[in-house]
């Protein structure tokens, strides 16, 4: 493979993603043959998940990179000690790994390239030793409605949909806020389940179960949702090209919704002219775009000069969000967009103050 020539920092992860494939290829063959124990320990399908695994390194590297954000890349470094950890693989490995990526990097790349690069994974094997190696439940006992999200959790994880489902609408019918239902038990249920996921207690099928089972529920609140007073605003809400996890933009677009606006909810991987069509349509107040992992950054500031660039869009309020964000919280700013928000509810008073001001 030919060494990648110097280049501007912006787009050295561009080049790192391009060619990310053959890059773990290198990486994954050099890790082998200086540990041989390593096929026997793991076998074929090891070396190819070794393989994938290495292939995510350099993206999420390549997307912290073009972000300017090294916070990100450490932040997957942490996700994937867990999530590693979880399947048997010691952090031990990973730095090894994250090791021979800095040797490969430095053979392919030009110097100045390699060194922007090697010095964001350093930074990540750094602070590897001090990085968790399980979480905490996001389901503490000592947070609102924690017995309600407790339970809720536990009937999902025994396939009982419609014991979940009659625990939401009879603690509504009591008085319990849809509001704090969405912020207290599905949104903290979802991210246990993506807790439980990573530590590798639940497989994915478990887990896309309870995500499509607190969307059935949802659904089941909406008459009460829809039933409120409009104020003449308009949100549009949707997931970036590529990005398949919807349950929060989905959960943004209700808060919206429960506040008076009118929402368009577009739902997953929406491809840019056809988001951008419907924005030149419908006339929104607020365009609010969801990334849930750090390599659909390069979707959403793709969008974002869309959007800025369209005739008639001009005057649309963006907000983006996501973990991203939640990571790297300026991030919004190189991307061009208006803001972002830890959750719903600041969702929706940002968009009031945006549009107020």
Known sequence: MPQIVSQSTSDIGLSLDAAREELAEAVVDRHYRRRPELEARYGEFGRKKCRVDAASHLTYLAQALAASEPALFREYVAWAKVMLGGRGIPASDLADN????????????????????????????????????????????????????????????????????????????????????????FQRSQHEVGRLWQANQISVAQEHYCTAVTQMVMSQLYPRIFAGPRIGRRFVGACVTGDLHELGIRMIADFFEMEGWDTVYLGASVPTSDL??????????????????????GAVAQLVTAVRATPDCGDIKILVGGYPFLIAPELWKELHADGTCLDARGAVELANHLIRN
């Not at 419907?278 to 659909?296: E, Y």
């Open 98 to 185: 994250l090791q021979i990526t800095i040797e490969v990097l430095k053979d392919r790349l030009s110097a100045d390239d390699a060194a922007a690069a090697c010095r964001c994974i350093e930074a990540a094997i750094a602070n590897l030793p001090a990085m968790r190696t399980a979480l905490p439940s996001f389901l503490a006992s000592d947070q609102p409605l924690a017995e309600l999200a407790q339970s809720y959790l536990a009937a999902l994880l025994r396939n009982e949909r419609q014991r979940a489902g009659r625990m939401i609408l009879d603690a509504v019918d009591k008085g319990t806020s849809i509001k704090d239902v969405y912020m207290h038990v």
């Open 276 to 297: 951008v069509r419907t924005l030149r349509d419908q006339k929104p107040d607020v365009l609010g775009i969801s990334a849930t992992i750090t390599p659909h950054i």
